[in-house]
């Protein structure tokens, strides 16, 4: 296993486009986890899943946002109509079924919206 | 709500210097607490945890204990190098999912 793959590594689009970024963990982690991080912060949760199911959303999630994980395998987290403040690091990690076991992160996905 | 406070950075120190990072915390829980580290250009890593109070995590040289009674999990290395530049962040989990500090830039120089 190669570890937790973001795809795309980097993404420029314009405001008001949409954009869809991918996530494969750890084929037997089924925990899957999206963050956000700006220049100079920490990641900010954004939502899980556990398997298929998406069990929290932080309220950072704006409507604009959305997230899937279909069979509980990849995910997807997709913003529609991308403002200037979307630009950051996405990222995503994975785990096993317990938290103290930490999380494994991919190396992200840098959105810059123009 | 949960919280995660780092000292500001960044910490410049020379090789073989003395290391600490401060973190204190804010859990209704019994929180399980975690360093992580992100070297330039690469993605965050785990280098220790501690998931009980009075459990010392430790890696790479690098120790922390879970203090209880003072809410803190501060990041300690005795002689660090050039190569432990990098950000370094400080995260609870009560349960999860993890909560982040700002992080901690870490500059060493030869």
């Known amino acids: 296993d190669t570890g937790v793959s973001q795809d795309p590594r980097h993404k420029i689009t314009k405001r008001g486009q949409n954009v869809t970024f991918r996530c494969d963990p750890i084929s037997e982690h089924n925990r899957l986890y999206w963050y956000r991080q700006t220049l100079g912060q920490g990641p900010e949760f954004l939502t899980y899943?556990?398997?298929?199911?998406?069990?929290?959303k932080s309220r950072l999630l704006s409507d604009r946002f959305s997230a899937e994980r279909p069979k509980g395998s990849f995910s997807t987290l997709e913003i529609q109509r991308t403002e200037q403040g979307d630009s950051a690091m996405y990222l995503c990690?994975?785990?096993?079924?317990?938290?103290?076991?930490?999380?494994?992160f991919g190396s992200g996905t840098r959105l810059t919206v123009v | 709500g949960n919280s995660v406070t780092q000292m500001e950075g960044p910490v410049t120190l020379s090789e073989e210097a003395f290391l600490t990072i401060n973190c204190t915390y804010t859990a209704t829980g019994y929180p399980s607490l975690f360093w992580y580290v992100q070297y330039p250009g690469e993605g965050l890593q785990l280098l220790l945890k501690?998931?009980?109070?009075?459990d010392k995590g430790s890696n790479k040289g690098f120790e922390a204990t879970y203090r209880k009674e003072t809410t803190s999990f501060h990041l300690e290395k005795g002689s660090v190098q050039v190569s432990d530049s990098a950000v370094y962040f400080c995260a609870l989990s009560d349960p999860s999912p993890l909560v982040f500090g700002k992080g901690t830039r870490l500059s060493v120089i030869a």
């Open positions: 899943f556990q398997n298929e199911a998406q069990l929290e």
């Open positions: 990690a994975s785990s096993p079924n317990t938290v103290n076991y930490g999380y494994t």
């Open positions: 501690a998931t009980k109070a009075d």
